[in-house]
Each structure stands twice: as C-alpha cells, then as structure tokens.
DNA sequence: TTAGTGATATCC
DNA sequence: GATATCACTAAA
C-alpha cells in the first residue's frame, strides 16, 4: 500500500522511524520497478539543530526543507554522490528525513545510485509523483537508534542525540 | 588512509 | 572570481 500524506506530515523523530522497514520504488520509464526496503534513516530538525542544512540559513539549495511534508530534497555531496531525503512536519518548518541506507545497498549515496534517484528529483512528490513513493508492506520489523554519521561540524551537543534509526537483523 | 569529484557558500 | 567545505565511496 502506497503511503499518503498523512503518513509523511509529522514530526521529523516520528516519521524516521516509521520510514525503518518501508519500500522505496521508482518505476523507470520501461516498466522497471527497483525497490529497496529502508534500513536506515536519520532526522534533521530545524534551525536550531546544527547538523541539519536549514542551520545556516535560507539558501537555494536548502529553500527545499520549508516546503511541506513528503516532499524529496536531493542534494549533491562530495562532487558524485547524491543524498536523498523527504521532508516532514509542518510547512515553513525545515526538517527531514534522510534515506540512509537500503536493506542490499548500504550508504545514502549507494542507495539512489541503485534507485536512480538524482538531483532532478528535488522538490518532486513521495505523495503525488506516479513514478516515485514508499509502501508498507505490512512486513512488522523493529529498529534501534544510534548517533547520526558525517556530522563532525554539528558539535557535540548535535552528534549525540540519537536520530538515526537502523533496522534490526 | 586517501584520492576523487563538483555544487555551494562565503569570502574577496 | 577564488577558495574551502562537504549528511560519501572505493581502492589500497
């Protein structure tokens, strides 16, 4: 069952968890379906959290993360990889969900390497879009939390809250 | 451990 | 316009 928006609009903590064990798909133009069952998320929250990319400010390439929830924020990092993420919470309230790694393809940036999700999906639709959504499965599944990774900037304070959820195995 | 990669933000 | 930085990966 495809998730809607009210499945993507609340708070970033809640809905990361609830991303852990969901189906990613992306139906390529041929009839393709790829699909990869989410193992790991990490929350950003907000201004005031220092790790999340709204913390320095409004910018072009962050505007993303104050549309409304369910929607894809993909951005380039280190030159090659793109890091794939959906908004959550309220409108006008910058905060997200990063897609951190797939059941078979562990790493956000080996993860839509796979899905063949690019920068051409920012601002797109988890929601709306035909090609692109999330299900449940029903599959039940549990996860854990852990600090979240590549964050050394963010000071302490940041790095150890425990936003990151990974499926357990 | 380190190179590769390029958009972005931040300084001239 | 120049440069430093970066929510990473693969190879060694």
Known sequence: ??????FFHRDCLELAPALVGKILVHRLPDGTELRERIAETEAYRGVEDKAC???????????????????????L?????????????????????LFRAGEVHNGPGK??????????????SLVEHPEVWIEDDGKPCTCHTAFRVG????????????????LDR
């Open 1 to 6: 069952m495809r998730l809607g928006a009210e």
């Open 53 to 75: 990319h709204a913390a320095k400010g409004r910018t072009p390439r962050n505007s993303i993360l104050w549309r409304e929830s369910g929607i894809i924020y993909v951005y």
């Open 77 to 97: 990092c280190y030159g090659m990889h793109n890091l794939m993420n959906v908004i959550s919470g309220e409108k006008e309230q910058p905060q997200g969900v």
């Open 111 to 124: 993860l839509t390497s796979y899905l063949q999700i690019d920068r051409s999906f920012n601002g797109l």
């Open 151 to 166: 964050i050394g900037y963010a000071g302490t304070e940041w790095i150890q809250k425990p936003w990151r959820w990974v």
